[in-house]
């Protein structure tokens, strides 16, 4: 070894899972008794849209109800782009779930008799959704599965680490370059890595996702050469409560709400939802986002009003609690609300094992793109495809032969821009402008032309405490123009994506755009049904 070269810590292991949420944690217990090192950039395990999910866990529990019902629903918010085997897996192994988390022991709510509740969410035809603590499932759930994972020997832990690249030998992944807070580069050395990095939710300047969901690992596969799919696909939730916050993360106002009675109204103390759909305010979640988006825009300020819901700071208390960071009070007052980016159906392509077309790379929850949620996602099966394809990518690679690899000598060399807080709020800005919940051809070509822009203010070397914010600011850059020409290539409204100057679903469109860097010099590689069958 040449003398000056430099040594950075070393951390070798079976597989590299990247993120703690949901989908990380549940892979990596699924995955004994290999070794598994669980990175996050997060302090602790708790971080991540887990946390903070709400409503609950969709899953057959009620009488009544089957596995081809639940499909029957997922299939249709998919809007035409689900793919069938993969919601079958979804919801026949997701009818398990409950089982498999109270032998974690986790806290569902019950009634009286003890019986497991079942609560009702937009488009589903069954009461389904499972949940702990009334609005608190996510912070349930994280810490069910966090307390599993420190109990855990065969899990290394690795907090406060931003994966900053993925390495790659003959094709091959065999680890990733992390930066850690206190102690700088590490060597992650795997011949395995999972990505479980989460959404990409703060790519909007309005959205409900916390300061993680940066899109880490939809660039970092990018970058590495896997295949991208739905990226123009990103569903917005329509009641996140619209009050000014400190971080761009608004307060979610859950649709369990609405699944409990909770009505929509403008300022007029009209019922907006009753003129445009049947089933008003339990509609699809794109039209609901939309006629919350339409009563803003006309200056008729939307409200939720949930004051007639019998105990309603008892049942919602998360809710409650960050109603009364805002001098709000639920059971008084009207909610105002406001449409966020709260879900990202894009991502990174993966087969029903969760596998990505770069061998030794698989990606979990709501990074990946395993065709269960189509052009739009079902309320509350975002946790479920967390646990069930954690499963899933995990016996997939129990059954290959370990193999020792190792990682180059020289972490990546990053740039940040100047100013950099200002170029990531002017990001957020123009994809809420130009690919917010109505885009068109303009505004799509001035938000490419906008973002091409920020691209080019100079930049310098990053170092020290710089690094973490210059690997997701590249990590926005890179995903954020990918977004707007997906968008702008779906020349049709269809789910989660729609256009003004497109205004209908187009059968000829039926199929999802890919992305992959390596194989195409202009971005969209191609059009087309990435598997056989796609619901009708
Ligand atoms: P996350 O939970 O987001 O975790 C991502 C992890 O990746 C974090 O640990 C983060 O630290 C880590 N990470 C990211 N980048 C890097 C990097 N570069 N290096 C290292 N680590 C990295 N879904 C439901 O099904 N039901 C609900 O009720 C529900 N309510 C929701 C409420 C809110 C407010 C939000 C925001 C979402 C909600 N969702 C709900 C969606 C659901 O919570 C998410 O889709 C799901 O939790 C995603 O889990 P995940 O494990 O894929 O990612
Ligand atoms: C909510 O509680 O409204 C969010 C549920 C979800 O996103 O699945």
Request: with cysteine; proline share 4%.
């Amino acid at each position: 070894m040449p003398r000056n070269l430099k040594t950075y810590p070393t951390l070798n292991a079976d597989v590299l899972v990247i993120g703690s949420g949901a989908a990380g944690m549940a892979t990596a217990l699924a995955l004994a008794p290999l070794n598994v090192l669980l990175v996050t950039k997060t302090e602790g395990l708790v971080g991540g849209s887990t946390a903070h999910a709400q409503g609950g866990i969709a899953t057959v529990f009620a009488k009544g109800d089957t596995p081809a019902l639940h499909a029957d629903d997922t299939h249709f918010a998919g809007a035409g782009l689900t793919d069938k085997a993969a919601v079958n897996h979804l919801t026949t192994e997701g009818s398990k779930v409950v089982e498999q988390l109270l032998a974690l022991g986790m806290p569902f709510d019950r009634d009286a008799k003890g019986n497991i509740l079942v609560g009702l969410e937009a488009a589903h035809s069954m009461a389904r959704i499972v949940h702990a603590g009334g609005d608190a499932t996510g912070w349930h759930l994280s810490q069910t599965l966090a307390a599993a994972v420190e109990k855990a020997r065969h899990i290394q832990v690795v907090s406060n680490t931003h994966i900053a690249e993925l390495v790659k030998k003959n094709g091959k992944l065999t680890g990733a370059w992390g930066f850690n807070t206190q102690d700088g580069w590490l060597k992650l050395q795997a011949a395995n890595v999972v990505l479980a990095t989460g959404g990409a939710g703060q790519m909007f300047s309005h959205t409900t996702n916390p300061a993680a969901s940066t899109g880490d690992g939809i660039a970092l596969a990018y970058e590495a050469g896997a295949t991208l799919a739905d990226l123009e696909f990103v569903q917005f939730h329509p009641t996140s409560l619209a009050v000014k916050t400190p971080d761009g993360k608004q307060p979610l106002l859950t649709e369990a709400l609405r699944g409990s009675g909770g009505k929509l109204v403008n300022k007029n103390g009209e019922r907006f939802m009753l003129n445009l759909h049947k089933d008003a305010e339990l509609a699809p979640r794109d039209v609901v986002a939309r006629g919350v988006w339409a009563e803003l825009a006309a200056d008729r300020t939307p409200y939720l009003d949930v004051r007639h819901i019998a105990n309603v700071e008892t049942k919602f208390p998360t809710v409650t609690r960050l109603c009364a960071e805002y001098g709000l009070t639920p059971a008084t007052d009207l909610l105002p609300v406001a449409p966020a980016a709260h879900y990202y159906m894009g991502g990174v392509r993966t087969d029903l094992a969760g596998k990505t077309d770069v061998p030794g790379l698989w990606a979990v929850g709501e990074v990946a793109v395993t065709g269960v949620h189509g052009a739009n996602r079902l309320a509350s099966n975002s946790l479920l495809e967390c646990l069930v394809f954690a499963k899933s990518a995990a016996t997939d690679i129990k059954q290959i032969e370990k193999q020792n690899v190792k990682i180059g000598t020289t972490p990546p060399r990053l740039t940040l821009v100047k100013h950099a807080a200002a170029t990531k709020q002017n990001l957020r800005d123009t994809m809420y402008k130009s690919a917010g919940l109505v885009r068109e051809k303009q505004g799509l070509e001035n938000g490419i032309q906008k973002l091409a822009t920020l691209q080019n203010l100079p930049a310098l070397i990053a170092t020290g405490d710089d690094i973490p914010q210059a690997i997701e600011l590249h990590n926005l850059m890179t995903l954020a123009p990918l977004v707007l020409t997906a968008a702008l290539a779906r020349t049709e409204s269809r789910g989660g994506h729609m256009r003004s100057d497109y205004p209908t679903t187009q059968s000829t469109h039926k199929k999802s755009i890919l992305i992959n860097k390596l194989q195409s010099t202009s971005k969209v590689e191609k059009e087309g049904v990435y598997r056989n069958e796609t619901a009708a």
